[in-house]
């Protein structure tokens, strides 16, 4: 079964870098597909960040091209994200998911951070 | 970017209502290889977002058939044909034919 786990701080201290990881089990991330990370705003509201494919290239949604970051260490079969120079308005769940074409289908439980002094 | 409306933004319906949700997006999601890239989500209460339906109408595995999707172009519709409670959530349409993919605003389903 395929699994993938988010982990990292919930929270943020404005300007700072967020940082989380993305633990996949089941699947070995070099095997297909993309690997993306999303963010839920309060509300509804959902937003595409950005993916890291299977070969290592990466692709952002280009409003935060300038402060984000997907790297991957295959040996530990994990992916991250980094947003750097933070606001209160990137207060969201993020989530990582399996995905191609944006079809997601595979999910982690997400993460709620905060960015607050 | 490709905006994709979804209405209605609230539903309520009883249990063994059929429903309907729309998405319209600002651009044809027809894909110059043939495929359009719009797929639909559930969000539960509580919950990651699953997947429903993928390109348009394809049923996810394990997804129960009283959903279906359809469409093309610009309008597409999910339907449930008779609400169950587990169905309540909010439902997302996204798409993935044009850079970068974007979301729904999202549909919430509640119970009358």
């Known amino acids: 079964e395929i699994q993938l786990q988010e982990s990292g701080p919930g929270l943020v201290k404005p300007s700072q870098s967020l940082s989380l990881t993305c633990s996949v089990t089941?699947?070995?991330?070099?095997?297909?597909?993309?690997w993306s990370w999303i963010r839920k705003f309060p509300g509804n509201k959902m937003e595409w960040m950005g993916y890291?494919?299977?070969?290592?290239?990466?692709n952002y949604n280009p409003p935060l091209r300038i402060r984000i970051s997907i790297t991957r260490d295959t040996s530990k079969n994990q992916f991250f994200l980094q947003l750097n120079s933070v606001t209160t308005e990137d207060t969201a769940t993020y989530y990582c998911?399996?995905?191609?074409?944006?079809?997601?289908?595979?999910w982690g439980q997400g993460v709620m951070v905060t960015v607050s002094s | 970017d490709v905006v994709l409306t979804q209405t209605p933004p609230t539903l309520s319906a009883t249990i063994g209502q059929s429903v309907s949700i729309s998405c319209r997006s600002s651009?044809?999601?027809?894909?110059?290889?043939?495929?359009?890239?719009l797929h639909w989500l559930l969000q539960r209460p509580g919950q990651s977002p699953q997947l429903l339906i993928y390109?348009?109408?394809r049923l996810e595995s394990g997804v129960p058939n009283r959903f279906s999707g359809s469409g093309s172009g610009t309008d597409f519709t999910l339907k449930i044909s008779g609400v169950e409670a587990e169905d309540l959530g909010v439902y997302y349409c996204?798409?993935?034919?044009?850079?970068?993919?974007?979301f729904g605003a999202g549909t919430k389903l509640e119970l009358k």
């Open positions: 998911a399996r995905s191609g074409w944006a079809l997601f289908d595979y």
């Open positions: 089941g699947y070995t991330i070099t095997s297909g597909h993309d």
């Open positions: 890291i494919s299977n070969s290592g290239s990466t």
């Open positions: 651009q044809s999601l027809l894909h110059s290889n043939g495929n359009t890239y």
């Open positions: 390109l348009v109408s």
């Open positions: 996204v798409q993935g034919t044009h850079a970068p993919y974007t």
